[in-house]
């Protein structure tokens, strides 16, 4: 982790030091990647569906890795920023949170 997270993002830090999936999670995710990949729908973005799925399913899990406090700083939406389906991130720059 880059030495200065923790001074100046640390909503990051806090989020990146919490953040765990248990070998349940993870098959779970791949569980219902692969049940999506069998539906016979062409229109879905199975990666974008099963991560989407998950989070619904386990906000118990995820809402204890975000920090209690959070500063004034303007919030942003990362959703894509990581790309697993190929090594580029397709989307066309950075898009304001909630």
């Given at each position: 982790?880059?030495?200065?997270?923790?001074?100046?993002?640390?909503?990051?830090?806090?989020?990146i030091?919490?953040?765990?999936?248990s070998?349940?999670?993870?098959?779970?995710?791949?569980?219902?990647?692969?049940?999506?990949?069998t539906?016979?729908?062409?229109?879905?973005?199975?990666?974008?569906?099963?991560?989407?799925?998950?989070?619904?399913?386990?906000e118990?899990?995820?809402?204890?890795?975000?920090?209690?406090v959070?500063?004034?700083?303007?919030?942003?939406y990362?959703?894509?920023?990581?790309?697993?389906?190929g090594?580029?991130?397709?989307q066309?720059?950075?898009?304001?949170?909630?």
């Open positions: 982790m880059w030495s200065r997270l923790q001074t100046h993002t640390p909503e990051a830090y806090h989020l030091s919490h953040l765990y999936f070998t349940s999670d993870l098959e779970s995710l791949l569980m219902n990647y692969n049940r999506l990949m539906d016979d729908s062409d229109e879905v973005d199975y990666f974008e569906e099963a991560a989407c799925n998950w989070v619904r399913d386990n118990d899990l995820w809402s204890d890795w975000l920090p209690e959070v500063s004034s700083k303007q919030m942003i990362l959703g894509g920023l990581f790309p697993i389906d090594p580029l991130w397709r066309p720059g950075i898009v304001t949170g909630k």
